[in-house]
């Protein structure tokens, strides 16, 4: 479930897209932002794929040493409290990751890589050695993995930046949406983009308004920075500022201040080092002259 703020980054990076396509009258922004909410639900799923993938590694191990020509005892009766774990055995193929299948021996590959490191923590050790298996207790370990393993690995980036250039502004939300999930009982097997109907016409009001009120907005904002040339507008910056006043002039029921913060927010890291400042100038006499005066 996207968030408001990813939202607003989603609609900006639709919006950035299309006015990088020289007026190109086939470009489909609809099609364009779809396509981006789609992206950010495909690597959930790669996500929670791999999560899968991890238990049929341990679960493999058990089953290889088991068939050694002399097995321990170990290797016959081995300790499966982790391939048990109730988060992991509930995850369903329901949602296959075709960039899973694409790269399927690379993937198991690194995640052979990050099992043997998974083995060797304090946290899993001091997990396998406890008898007991506590809700919590089942919770933690997977949220560990994930943190210290998975959402940071490097390798895992190199595959998925490969399918979508917006993976590194999705995965961090994705991290909180399973952490969220998992926190509170809830299923890992299913995504719904947004949290309520109220955030989905928000999202469609947010693009398709600003399409439509981009010449207004853009002279209120040439007007309002009368000092600079226009040329020197960064496109982020002219953007994010048109994406703000269709918001606050078109869009009701948002305080003046949220949408303020927001725009200069996603701005730090989306624009250049002072935009947030330049942006916030602009806005902030926009708010006091076009609105508090009503």
Do not use: C
Request: charged share 35%; glycine share 0%; aromatic share 10%.
């Amino acid at each position: 479930m996207l968030p408001r703020r990813h939202i607003r980054i989603k609609v900006f990076q639709s919006l950035y897209t299309l006015a990088q396509q020289d007026k190109d009258y086939k470009f489909d922004l609809q099609k364009e932002f779809n396509n981006n909410l789609e992206s950010y639900k495909s690597l959930y799923f790669f996500i929670i794929n791999l999560l899968k993938i991890l238990r049929d590694v341990a679960k493999e191990e058990i089953d290889v040493k088991k068939t050694k020509l002399m097995p321990s005892e170990e290797d016959l009766k081995p300790n499966t409290k982790f391939i048990r774990n109730t988060i992991l055995n509930k995850i369903n193929n329901k949602h296959k990751s075709s960039h899973i299948e694409k790269e399927k021996e690379k993937i198991y590959s690194i995640i052979k890589n990050i099992f043997q490191q998974v083995k060797r923590s304090k946290k899993y050790i001091d997990y396998m050695t406890n008898k007991t298996s506590e809700n919590d207790e089942e919770k933690s370990i997977i949220l560990f993995i994930l943190k210290k393993y998975v959402i940071i690995n490097e390798s895992i980036h190199d595959i998925i930046e490969d399918y979508s250039i917006y993976w590194n502004d999705d995965l961090i939300v994705i991290y909180n949406l399973i952490l969220e999930k998992i926190n509170n009982n809830k299923s890992i097997n299913t995504i719904k983009l947004f949290r309520k109907k109220d955030d989905e016409v928000f999202a469609k009001k947010l693009i398709q308004t600003t399409i439509d009120k981009e010449d207004d907005t853009s002279l209120i904002i040439y007007r309002l920075a009368k000092n600079w040339d226009k040329e020197r507008i960064a496109l982020s910056d002219l953007i994010l500022m048109r994406m703000a006043i269709t918001e606050i002039s078109y869009l009701k029921n948002i305080p003046h201040k949220v949408t303020l913060d927001e725009y200069i927010e996603i701005s730090k890291q989306y624009s250049t080092p002072k935009s947030n400042e330049f942006i916030n100038g602009i806005l902030d006499v926009f708010i006091k002259d076009n609105l508090e005066k009503k």
